[in-house]
Every structure is written in C-alpha cells, then in structure tokens.
C-alpha cells in the first residue's frame, strides 16, 4: 500500500460553552447547536477519525494503524507506544467560559481509568479584544519551602475545597490576556480554563480524561447539571505558583519556529511564503499538520503525491513519508501551519550521551 497525507471527515463536539465560528471557517453547514471542538486527528475510542481521502477514505484511523502503525506512527513511535497514535489535536472556539478543570498525570489516568494522562498545550488562534484564559494558581494556596512546593499538601488541598464550596476558586488562578500568537504549555495538573472570546489549536496526549473543578453552575446540554469532579481534581492538581504560565518563543517568517519540546510531542509554528521544503524524516514520526491560515498543498517528494491542505483543516503525515514540500496556494501566497510530533532523534541522542556517561563514570 503506497500511504500519503491523510485528510478527516468533519469530527465536530457539540458542547454547551460552543459556538459558530469552527463550522464557519471550516464551510460547513450550520449544525444547529453550539460547537465547542473540532477533532481534527483522532485516535480516541469514543471518536475515532474518519479518513476522507485517496484509497483508504471510508477507513477510521485506528484501523488503518493497525494495519500500517509503523510505516504511518513511526517504528520508535509504534514501538513506545503500542502501535497507537499517541496524539489527539482539536480546534477549540470558545463562545462562552470553559470549565475550570485539570488533567491527571499518567500515573493516576492509568491507576484509575486506565488511559493516558493529558498534558497540552494551547495556540491562540484569535481572540476577541479583552479575551483571557486561566492558567495555573496566582498564589499558594498553602505555606510553601524555598523551592515553592506546598509544605503540607493536605493543607492545599483543604484550601482548595474550601473555594470550590464557596465558589471562590477563580480568585486564585492567574489571569492572561490574550491574542494570535500566544501559546500555552499545560503539564497534566496544572489547572486550566479557556475563557470566551478564543478560538485555538490545541495539541494534547491522545486521552479523554479531564476533571471539572467548577463549571459556573450552568446546565449542560441536556439541561441538567454537569458532572464535577472535586476529589479527583485534588489529587490531581499541582499546587506550586510559578514565575511565568506563558509559553515564550522566537518567530521568524520562512522558518519553522520551535514552540513546545517535551517528553510528549514538540510544535512547530510554520509560517511560509512560497514552496518551502520540510524533511522530517530523521524524527521517525507521523507528522500532524493544522493549517491556520492560507491553503497549501503538500507535495510529497519520494511518490510525488500531492493533497490540498485547506484552511481550517488538518493533516496526518505518515512518518515514512515525511519529506515534503509545502506550496500555498492562495492569493496572498502565504501559509501558516502548526506542526507536531515525536521527536525520537533527541531522545535516541539523549539515550546515548546517558549510556555514554554512564560509561565513563566506570
């Protein structure tokens, strides 16, 4: 089977805190309801993608894995992670506030739910004037040590029921405004919430589990009361206050800008004008492209397959492919791309120096 870029039929969470803006960008239909989450590529089982291109459209993702996991994941991606794409990518448009919620660390997720945990991380997109998230806590919520960790986390803990009781917690989360171009790196238990006015990318480990800490009191959908989930949201969250929630990052036009680089995937901002040549090949990973302005088409360089990327739309790269070139294809001749993936050639670098020091300390 001769593999190439993948395309997703439309994969959209109607979510009561949605709106209209992803079905508009996209040229969809109206749905009728609030939508709140594209899922741009997803392997989760609950809402698995659905490829709507070349000779596998009609096949879901995860089929389509087992069959080609580490021609498509990569062989370190497939091996390290059971054949499974360990990435879930969404477009978010928050027409009003987000629940203020937490992700556990993959420890607890497996310990009580068996699944991944959800670190993520966050691209402003478009934000309305005064638009603003929440990210992490303003003040301690408990006496902390030199190195800003809670002395006594139960103490933390009781804090933090005691303002979710009296509604209080948003007093303690730190605030930031925000515009297009801002980027948020979220490690599992760092409280969160995305507030209205914001349309983002989000990339996050491929997992469903989020607790909800406080949620306004408003109905869900189906008109009753949504589930929260106050003690595991103690458990899970990090209490420490840090410096800086924002994530910082050098911008050059015609380069791929490094954003995020983690343990759990690294985000390339690509801003081009003009063909420009991405060869990816070295990380020995599946490439996930989100076009967030200006069609482009991706050419790819050994088979000469070529799809058109649009505007609002994603793509799934196999790994054993990953040479291209990106060529937008619009008026203004000029595309904006968020890339990720797994960067097994600095793991497969670290692994050795460590072997290496290890050697030498002998």
């Given at each position: 089977?001769?593999?190439?870029?993948?395309?997703?039929?439309?994969?959209?969470?109607?979510?009561?805190?949605?709106?209209?803006?992803?079905?508009?960008?996209?040229?969809?239909?109206?749905?009728?309801?609030?939508?709140?989450?594209?899922?741009?590529?997803?392997?989760?089982?609950?809402?698995?993608?659905?490829?709507?291109?070349?000779?596998?459209?009609?096949?879901?993702?995860?089929?389509?894995?087992?069959?080609?996991?580490?021609?498509?994941?990569?062989?370190?991606?497939?091996?390290?992670?059971?054949?499974?794409?360990?990435?879930?990518?969404?477009?978010?448009?928050?027409?009003?506030?987000?629940?203020?919620?937490?992700?556990?660390?993959?420890?607890?997720?497996?310990?009580?739910?068996?699944?991944?945990?959800?670190?993520?991380?966050?691209?402003?997109?478009?934000?309305?004037?005064?638009?603003?998230?929440?990210?992490?806590?303003?003040?301690?919520?408990?006496?902390?040590?030199?190195?800003?960790?809670?002395?006594?986390?139960?103490?933390?803990?009781?804090?933090?029921?005691?303002?979710?009781?009296e509604g209080t917690i948003t007093e303690v989360l730190a605030k930031h405004e925000v515009k297009a171009g801002d980027v948020f790196f979220l490690p599992a238990g760092r409280v969160h919430a995305i507030c209205s006015g914001i349309l983002l990318a989000e990339v996050q480990q491929s997992s469903d589990v989020t607790?909800?800490?406080?949620?306004?009191?408003?109905?869900?959908?189906?008109?009753?009361?949504?589930?929260?989930?106050?003690?595991?949201?103690?458990?899970?969250?990090?209490?420490?206050?840090?410096?800086?929630?924002?994530?910082?990052?050098?911008?050059?036009?015609?380069?791929?800008?490094?954003?995020?680089?983690?343990?759990?995937?690294?985000?390339?901002?690509?801003?081009?004008?003009?063909?420009?040549?991405?060869?990816?090949?070295?990380?020995?990973?599946?490439?996930?492209?989100?076009?967030?302005?200006?069609?482009?088409?991706?050419?790819?360089?050994?088979?000469?397959?070529?799809?058109?990327?649009?505007?609002?739309?994603?793509?799934?790269?196999?790994?054993?492919?990953?040479?291209?070139?990106?060529?937008?294809?619009?008026?203004r001749g000029r595309s904006l791309m968020l890339d990720a993936y797994i960067d097994n050639k600095t793991r497969d670098l670290g692994s050795r120096l460590s072997r290496f020091l290890h050697l030498t300390r002998k």
């Amino acid at each position: 089977m001769k593999l190439y870029p993948f395309l997703f039929e439309p994969n959209l969470h109607p979510v009561v805190w949605g709106g209209d803006a992803i079905t508009r960008w996209k040229g969809l239909p109206d749905a009728g309801e609030p939508i709140g989450e594209s899922w741009e590529v997803s392997a989760v089982p609950t809402s698995v993608g659905v490829i709507a291109n070349g000779a596998l459209k009609g096949q879901d993702l995860n089929s389509v894995i087992e069959q080609y996991g580490e021609e498509i994941l990569g062989t370190e991606v497939s091996r390290r992670y059971d054949n499974r794409l360990p990435l879930l990518v969404k477009f978010i448009d928050a027409r009003q506030d987000l629940s203020i919620q937490v992700h556990p660390n993959d420890e607890m997720a497996h310990r009580l739910h068996g699944k991944r945990g959800k670190t993520e991380m966050w691209y402003i997109i478009d934000a309305q004037p005064g638009a603003y998230l929440y990210a992490g806590f303003s003040e301690p919520m408990a006496p902390t040590d030199a190195d800003g960790e809670v002395v006594s986390r139960e103490e933390a803990m009781n804090e933090y029921r005691k303002r979710v009781a009296e509604g209080t917690i948003t007093e303690v989360l730190a605030k930031h405004e925000v515009k297009a171009g801002d980027v948020f790196f979220l490690p599992a238990g760092r409280v969160h919430a995305i507030c209205s006015g914001i349309l983002l990318a989000e990339v996050q480990q491929s997992s469903d589990v989020t607790y909800r800490i406080f949620d306004y009191n408003r109905p869900g959908m189906d008109g009753k009361p949504r589930e929260l989930h106050t003690e595991l949201a103690a458990e899970a969250l990090d209490y420490r206050v840090t410096d800086s929630y924002r994530t910082p990052y050098d911008y050059q036009p015609e380069t791929a800008n490094p954003v995020i680089d983690s343990s759990f995937f690294s985000v390339r901002v690509v801003d081009v004008n003009g063909a420009f040549h991405r060869n990816l090949i070295k990380y020995d990973s599946f490439i996930i492209s989100m076009c967030l302005q200006g069609d482009c088409r991706i050419k790819i360089r050994d088979t000469g397959d070529e799809v058109l990327l649009r505007e609002g739309y994603s793509t799934l790269i196999p790994a054993s492919i990953a040479d291209y070139d990106l060529i937008p294809a619009n008026e203004r001749g000029r595309s904006l791309m968020l890339d990720a993936y797994i960067d097994n050639k600095t793991r497969d670098l670290g692994s050795r120096l460590s072997r290496f020091l290890h050697l030498t300390r002998k």
